[in-house]
């Protein structure tokens, strides 16, 4: 009988393919290795998944031999490969794409040693080996020429709008953000739209942090029964080396100790030293431990903290790395050297050796989930890693996510609890709802600045004290409305309007007409709204080089002279973003400096900068999107302002009131964390909405069971589960029919027909069109994930083979994004 190899090769398709092996490598292909492979003609980097004798399912003469072998070692070890090839099926995603999610780029020798093999095909192509070894970062940049109109779909096209409006960009971070950036950016190279080039990287900012050991700090009461606790997971743990056995055999009970924790504490409650604790006693029994945070780039203190702790014993993958240093990273986990590591949502693939804990730090965080490509969500894979690899694994967050809550009252997870702040004079913040019905515009003129805020503000500043006011929308006015007929001005390509951005001014902000600080400080009446800062200013003040942007498409463009609809040439900026949060507030605080944080001043490592200023004290008020709210530690925060917090809460999204509350309480968290005590204003027309009640009272535990309760009430996770099948199509009625094709297709399968799945729709997508394609999805409910599995794996041929061609269908399981 033959020796065959299944080969998982990097095509958007869910089968393995039977290969050959030739004698000559008979004993050396092993699983997890990459081996080259004929596949349609093409030479195509693959790696082997099952390596058995035994006669093939399909005619012998169609089986080709292996071309090479590329790894002597299985790039992929055991826990890992059989923990990608169960996130696979679990997601009906194509096993190849998984394989990619964990796959290290390949080292110059090699790649040296296949070009003489012969032509490299597919993943190989792209020049991602040319640049591993040279410490060189690939760059792209839109060109000059201009495409035939209509030629270019889906992610290509978005990529190009990305790098027309947003300048150069490195490959890596389109990749970040882009499932398929680098086959778009070769259809965009190839058609001369697109250059890359390949330049010195930029210095790498977590390696400029000071580096000093740390003292660990003595743990208080709390932290040392949760480290306690966790010691003794990791005690009862299988012993090194048995991690791999275990991932052989899915079927081998689990060990009788709890092995996976909830860490609930509140913000500032210390459980960062307990994650430090935890990994150390994993470090001295002898395993590897992962560590993953929501937004690496924004926690470089967390960052720090970790490696003042365990210096190079410790890798950091995030996106900044050149292909050389992740590929360095990835070699010395790979190969032992390194035993932790750190990093965001994608870290979870990181080939940590003899795995023994996972941490995942504010678990409840929306950007673990990923919504390009393979769409898995990072903490519930962190789960099952660690489960198959007989790890322990530990969520930690101040407002545990519904899901996590679930899983502690079925006793899946083992609630540990911080109850309060570690440092001894803090405590947790005095919250003030501000009823906006109430109270009108302070000072500053705009309504969103009531005058409690704004006397708060006073006060901060006063005392020396520095200020953070979190609004979520970005950019100068969200939108722009026509002054006569109303109509709003919307993308072309999507259904939203559009936000109008200054960017950045030359100029200085505008001067505060009469409101001198001696005025401020005595306390004086309100003085007049400086100019800029009234609600809707008409056109005559519309600042000059600013950008009507789309959030959804990348699109920008420059502000119309006039409406499209009826040509009156009165266009109000309407609404409150950032840019102008930024603008009224300097205008109204002239002797306050003033800073931003959101996406649009984040790029490199400008968020990073801005964050040390902050904790320098160089800045008074700091004014940002929910990239304030992070975990971040600034001791001299004692007031936080939240401008509009029903923001976020009127969301066509069953998550919107979580997610609300998550952030508030977030926020919140960021004052009073040492001696002085910390206030926060709540701004609000709605307070007596359960997420706003609930966060201003600091009542977590109080929030998670009313929501629990109202999740079972509606049927929505964790008391059902979900699966949402996203369709889009350029043709309306081809997303339209492939959508009903669906929905009919589940109604009709055996579950549907049983009742045990309930199919929700045909309907459109909340946001009905983006990037010039009609969305539409069914929505598949059941109380078990069986019925819910049986009916996505009967759509699954359909898909394949029974709609238009035009129609693009995506599985999104456990689905987070509803828009
Ligand atoms: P969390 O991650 O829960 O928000 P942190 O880990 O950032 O909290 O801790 C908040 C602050 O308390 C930090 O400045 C940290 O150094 C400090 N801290 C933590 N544990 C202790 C302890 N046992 N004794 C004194 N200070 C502590
Ligand atoms: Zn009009
Ligand atoms: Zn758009």
Known sequence: ??????????????????????????????????????????????????????????DPSKIKP??????????LPAELLSFLQELAAYYFAPIGEVLRLALPAIEREQVRALKAQGELNGVLDLGRAKQVGGRKVAYARATDAVEEPGTLRGQAAAVLALLRANGEQPVARLEERFGNARSALKKLAERNLVALDEREPPRDPFFRL?????????????????????????AAAPAPGAGEHRAGAPHEPRPAAPSAFLLFGVTGSGKTEVYLRAIKSCLERGRGALVMVPEIALTPQLVARFRARFGDALAVLHSGLSDADRHAMWSSLHGGKVRVAIGARSALF???????????????????????????????????????AGAVCVLGSATP???????????????????????????????????????????????????????????????KEQAILFLNRRGFAPSVVCGSCGTLTTCEACSVALTYHRGRRRDAPPPAAGAPAAALAAGAP??????????APPMDERPQGGRLRCHYCDYAGPLPDRCAACGSRTLLLEGLGTERLEATIAASFPEARVARLDRDVAGKDRSQAILARMREGKIDILVGTQMVTKGHDLPNVTLVGVVNADAALGLPDFRAAERGFQLLVQVAGRAGRRDRPGRVLIQTRNPEHPAIAFAAAHNVPGFLDREIRDREEVGYPPATRLALLRVDAVDESVGRGAAAKLAAHARTCPE????????????????????????????????ERGPLRGTLAALVGLMRD????????????DPVAML
């Open 210 to 234: 000071a580096e000093a050991r740390d003292v660990p700090p003595e743990l208080n009461a709390a932290q040392a029964e949760a480290a306690a606790r966790i010691d003794a997971a990791l």
């Open 401 to 463: 996510s519904i899901e996590s809550v679930a899983l502690v009252r079925r006793g899946k997870l083992t609630e540990l609890r911080l109850p309060d702040r570690a440092h001894r004079e803090a405590s947790l913040p005095e919250v003030t709802l501000v009823d906006l019905r109430r109270f009108g515009a302070g000072p500053s003129g705009d309504s969103l600045i009531s005058l409690p805020l704004h006397r708060a503000l006073e006060k901060t500043l006063a005392a």
């Open 66 to 75: 292996l071309a090479a072998l590329v790894d002597a070692r299985p790039a």
């Open 752 to 783: 549907g027909l049983a009742r045990r799945v309930e199919v929700l729709g045909p309907s459109a997508a909340p946001i009905a069109r983006l990037r010039g394609r009609y969305r539409f999805r069914v929505l598949l409910r059941a109380r």
């Open 1 to 58: 009988m033959p020796l065959l190899a299944d080969v998982a090769v990097p095509v958007p398709l869910s089968q393995a393919f039977t290969y050959e092996v030739p004698a000559a490598l008979a004993g050396e292909v092993r699983p997890g290795a990459r081996v080259l492979c004929e596949f349609h003609r093409r030479k195509l980097l693959g790696v082997v998944l099952a390596v058995s004798e035994r006669s093939a399912a399909i």
């Open 350 to 388: 990181a080939p940590v050796p003899d795995l023994g804990l996972i941490l995942v730090d504010e678990e409840h965080d929306g950007s673990f989930k990923q919504e390009e490509g393979v769409r898995y969500h990072a903490r519930d894979m962190a789960l099952l890693r660690a489960h198959r």
């Open 526 to 535: 309100a003085a007049p709204a400086p100019a800029g800062a009234p609600a």
């Open 802 to 813: 029974g709609l238009d061609r035009n129609a693009r269908v995506i599985i999104d399981v």
